[in-house]
Each structure stands twice: as structure tokens, then as C-alpha cells.
């Protein structure tokens, strides 16, 4: 039975959330599903295009009817704000991934850096912490770097270079924060690469995964 699924945008997650669930509940079925033409589309049309929250609405039914998901956690920073308000009519709950992350972050100070290589998810990534600084009361005072150079060289498979660009970039900022926010999984890595040389860095895919896990859907599903 699989009761968890998420939706990437980007065939190269897969492995690494694989790798993150099982490494905290071994043995338990998982469901990924792709689809990277959401993520252009929202590129190209932006996030309050219909058109595209139709399309969304549609791709998250689709996974939990060929699946028997329970919960559907987008992995995709700019398309998280559109699957949290997806009605799964009681047949399933969408959640974005970034959430948990967002929440951490404003535990640890009120100086928040916000990172992100694509301007698609400087919005969404915002508002959500903006959103959580109000449900925690807390104060946020945001600051944004936008490496645009870096996302090139992920979609073209250099990942190393890709976290070079991003991890220069980081050192480059002058701007004194408690907090630097990684906006997009694919920029994970860069939170054990910069460990211990300034300020933490929060990735999605482990505290989204550690929530999503112990959400009732998933709880007690058998291994």
C-alpha cells in the first residue's frame, strides 16, 4: 500500500528523496511522480495563470488515483503555494515541501536570507515565510539573492558547478542574517557543503520528508 507520494519537476530528485525516506522508515512504498512541464509553465505564464492551476489540480488527482496516495507533497518551490490550496475532495491532502522548512527558519531569528536560483520562486518562497512569521508572531526581516547564472548549469547536469555558482554567490553577500533559506531542493547539498562557515543553512527535502512522515496518513501505514 502507499499512502505518500510527491510530485517533482525534475527527474534528479527522485533518488534523493528516495534515498531521505529510507533512511528514516526502511521498507516503506513511496510513489514519485514527474512533471517538469508544470515548472515551465509556471515560468513562462506565472503562478495565477488558470490555466496552470488547472493543470495542477488535475496532475495531483491523477497521481493519487494511479497511486492510493493519501498525501501529495510537491517538491517544487514555485508551484508549492498552488498544491496546498488543491482540493483533494477528501480522496487526498497536497502539501508543499518547503513548509517545514520555513517554519524552522523563523525560530532561529528574525534575519532571514533567502537564496534562490530561479525569480519563479522568489514570490511563493516569500510569502510563505511571511505567512509563517505571522501565524508564529514573529518578526522576519527578508533578504533575497537571486543567482540566475546558477540555474543553467543545473539543467544542464552540472551539479557541482551549479552549487559552486550558488555557494560564491553566498560568500559574496555582505548582508549580516541568522538564517539563510534555500529555496529550491536541488540546492540541498549546499547546507552540508557550507555547515559551519557562517550562518545555518535550512534545505527542504529533510525536514519536509521528517513532516511528512509523521503526518496520520503515513503513520502506522505497514513497512
Known sequence: MTA???L???????AGFERLVQS?????????AVAAPLLEQARRLGTDDPALRAALQQTLAEIACSSGA???VCTCSTLGALAEQVDGDGRFRSARIDRPM???ALTLGSRVLLLAAL???????RALLQDCALHQDRPLQLHELLVETAWPLFMAGDTE???DCLAHALRAEA????????AQASMAPLAERLAGSGPPLLASPVLGVQWALAQPEVQGLPR
Do not use: K, M
Open 161 to 163: 558547478a551549479y552549487l
Open 8 to 14: 517533482h519537476t525534475a527527474e534528479v530528485h527522485i
Open 119 to 125: 525569480n519563479s520562486t522568489l514570490d511563493p518562497t
Open 175 to 182: 548582508v549580516e542574517v541568522d538564517v539563510i533559506v534555500l
Open 102 to 104: 520555513a517554519e524552522r
Open 70 to 72: 493519501r498525501l501529495l
Open 4 to 6: 505518500l507520494a510527491f
Open 24 to 32: 528514516q522508515a526502511p521498507g516503506l512504498r513511496v510513489h514519485h
